[in-house]
């Protein structure tokens, strides 16, 4: 009976691969016509099947068995016997001319291949379907037996960085430094934008990078996370501080620091310094103050720890308009008399409106029942500002009504309601605007039939009261007259949002505020009262820097100042100290001249309307002014320097606060401070240090609660 046999050739050799076989035949194959088919080649296990035309099985005894010789041997040397044991174990390869010890071994001839430039340059210039097997494919055999147990184990799920091996060798792999570089860009991305550390881990991304670059690996979740010595959390930080010092340092500039306070997520009580200089706003530190009250001998504590720390540089803090903060100014006043300290313009608008808007009844001094301050007018508009909001709120919530009113003022083309924000400054103005414009919608909404009649009987009665506010009568009249007294407020607030505003546009403000207040068609006891809160704001807020800068800034020159302001500013001017604090009659008179020489080129130059002049406030600062214009003056320069330095609000410090709340969310809420600190740190400052970044916020809203870089760190 015939046995099939199947058989292993070489070089067209026969041998028999029955064990029993003990003959070695090796006479040639006659002539048969032999077909060979390679099914796959792997190192050195080569599996073929073979088909003849011969009619009997017993015919192919005569050829020899054996594995035939490996491709690889001829794509590395001249020599075509180089394989056989016969010869030396090493070759010249035909393309380096390099002696290549191979030891008769497939594995060392690949490898010197897959090493040699001129074969790989070769490989690279050849059709990927020419190439040789074993080159597109260098897995070795563990690697590829590994991978098919994984595969076997969870067929579903592929290795996403896994790429062609070609590319492996067509791109160099990154060097130590290069690879510290690609983490530390990667880290920055995750700071800068606040992207979730967990979604390093993302398949598709590694996929992505291991197409772009294969090998290169990514840093971990918890590499990420490291904010200890030499971790990239650690390193970024410092880097980024290294910049901000080297900026803060500059001898040739002043700085101004702001500070606010606010509660964290956690409810925890933080103190925020921020600095700012003509074109940066730089984040220093935050303060978490614990159970520490913010009493004005702490805070006075806290902010000169921060000014001795910052150096010569600093020309002054603005702050909160609190009352412990008031008495902090003068304590710090007397500690750095060449210092300036006054409150937060900005803030101090915003509680212009809630005076007005959301005055609270207090005990008189000498007891009895509590009542509004003396005199308030504005009873009834703090009703109809609450109704409003009571009005936003449900079409808010309710999200029927809430979808058709979104259709209804699309259609119009106009904007959404406005909900007013205790911590947005102007939502409230802005409330009492949306209301107006969609009154008409409003209106249509609340008088359908079917308005009042939906939900339980608590629910209709609360649409019974939204209906009644808007269609009352007096809804538009009182509309008017809120938006008539809001509006400049919100104007100058909108204003000194921006950190280049100078503190001489305070004083400039405040008197054309006074004089919008006496002009408005409204009874004239609310228009007293008006006059007198913004001249009580301005009085609480005030510091010199304020007075001085009017007196100084070329545009106004003490315009609308009262005589007698005016005589106690200049007499500060005289007596302005230097450094260390003191002062002589020299030095005086000296200031007094500058002073006066300044004031009559100024009036001319503002009389005639000069070229120069116009640039003010233009395309020149008034900072700029003095640096370029004022060295006729080198006292008063100095001083000026000083106050055009300073910010006129807080308002940096308040927009920080919103990195704090991006960074240390709901859903972060288990960071510890020293991360915290960190991140803001990065990320507020890297835009204002590198004009290459524009760093944006990713809406994390989706983020599950593994935000926990306590325990990933």
């Known amino acids: 009976m015939a046995i099939p046999t199947i058989f292993s050739y070489k070089l067209g050799i026969k041998r028999k691969l029955f064990p029993d076989e003990t003959s070695d035949v090796s006479d040639q194959s006659d002539g048969e016509n032999i077909h060979i088919t390679q099914l796959d080649i792997e190192d050195q296990n080569v599996v073929t099947t073979a088909s003849t035309s011969l009619s009997s099985p017993d015919d192919n005894l005569g050829i020899k068995r054996g594995h035939p010789v490996h491709n690889v041997w001829s794509y590395a040397f001249d020599d075509p016997d180089a394989h056989t044991s016969s010869k030396p174990n090493h070759a010249v390869c035909k393309h380096c001319k390099e002696s290549v010890r191979h030891h008769h071994k497939v594995l060392s001839v690949k490898t010197h291949l897959k090493r040699c430039k001129k074969f790989k340059k070769l490989m690279l ?64 991305f995750f700071y ?85 200089c003509p074109t940066k706003s730089l984040f220093i530190e935050s303060v978490y103050t614990g159970e520490q009250g913010h009493d004005a001998q702490w805070l006075s504590q806290d902010l000169s720890r921060v000014i001795d720390h910052l150096g010569d540089n600093v020309a002054g803090a603005v702050t909160d308009n609190t009352s412990a903060n008031k008495k902090m100014w003068s304590i710090l006043e007397r500690e750095y008399p060449t210092h300036f300290f006054h409150g937060c313009v900005a803030h101090g608008l915003n509680l212009l409106v809630k005076d007005i808007l959301c ?53 119009a083309k106009l904007s959404s309601l406005v909900k007013p924000a205790p911590t947005r400054w102007g939502t409230i103005h802005g409330c009492f605007k949306s209301l107006k414009a969609a009154d008409d919608i409003l209106n249509s909404l609340v008088s359908e039939r079917d308005f009042v009649n939906k939900g339980s009987a608590k629910q209709k009665d609360k649409r ?40 001489s546009d305070v004083y400039h403000a405040f008197l054309e505020l006074e004089k919008l207040m006496q002009q408005l068609t409204i009874e004239e006891r609310k228009k007293a009262y008006l006059v007198k809160l913004v001249r009580d704001r301005f009085d609480f807020m005030y510091g010199d820097a304020h007075g001085i800068a009017y007196l100084l800034d070329p545009r106004y020159l003490g315009d609308g100042m009262s005589r007698t302001l005016r005589k106690e500013v200049e007499d500060f001017i005289y007596g302005y100290p230097t450094k260390n604090g003191t002062t002589n009659n020299t030095r005086k008179e000296q200031m007094a001249q500058e002073y006066t020489s300044f004031r009559i080129e100024a009036l001319d130059e503002r009389q005639q309307q000069s070229f120069r002049f116009k640039l003010i406030g233009q395309s020149k600062s008034v900072l700029q002014w003095w640096i370029a214009d004022g060295t006729d003056w080198p006292l008063l320069q100095d001083l000026a320097k000083r106050v055009f330095s300073l910010p006129a609000s807080s308002a940096a410090s308040e927009r920080n606060f919103s990195t704090f709340s991006f960074v240390h969310s709901k859903l972060r809420n288990r960071l510890d401070e020293e991360k915290v600190l960190k991140l803001v740190y990065i990320k507020t400052n890297t835009m204002q240090i590198d004009h290459n970044v524009s760093v944006m916020s990713v809406d994390d809203s989706d983020m599950s609660t593994d935000e926990e870089y306590n325990e990933e760190g």
């Open 192 to 276: 800068n934008t606040g992207t979730s550390f967990q979604r390093i881990e993302d398949p598709f991304l590694a996929s992505a990078v291991q197409l772009a670059r294969p090998g290169v690996k990514l840093p971990t979740r918890k590499e990420l996370a490291d904010d200890s010595p030499g971790g990239l959390l650690q390193q970024s930080y410092e880097e980024v501080k290294h910049k901000v010092d080297k900026l803060l340092s500059n001898p040739n500039q002043f700085i101004g620091i702001t500070t606010d306070a606010w509660s964290n997520i956690s409810n925890e009580s933080v103190i925020n310094y921020m600095a700012v």
């Open 464 to 503: 019974l009261e939204i209906k009644a506010i808007v269609t009352d009568p007096d809804f538009v009249r009182n509309l008017d007259e809120s938006i008539k007294i809001l509006q400049p407020i919100d104007k100058f607030i909108k204003l000194f949002q921006s950190d280049a505003v100078p503190c």
């Open 359 to 411: 005055a609270k009844k207090k005990e008189p001094p000498g007891g009895g029942p509590a009542a509004y301050p003396d005199g308030y007018p504005f009873e009834d508009l703090m009703v109809f500002a609450n109704d409003c909001k009571e009005v936003v709120m449900f079409f808010h919530n309710h999200h029927g009504v809430k979808a058709r009113l979104k259709k209804a003022l699309a259609s």
């Open 125 to 188: 210039d050849t059709a990927v379907v020419d190439r040789p097997g074993w080159w597109n494919d260098p897995a070795s055999k563990s690697k590829k037996s590994n991978a098919s147990k994984s595969s076997t184990s969870n067929p579903s799920k592929s290795s996403p960085g896994t790429q062609p091996s070609a590319r492996s060798f067509a791109v160099p792999m990154f060097t130590t430094s290069q690879q510290k570089k690609f983490n530390r860009d990667i880290a920055m």
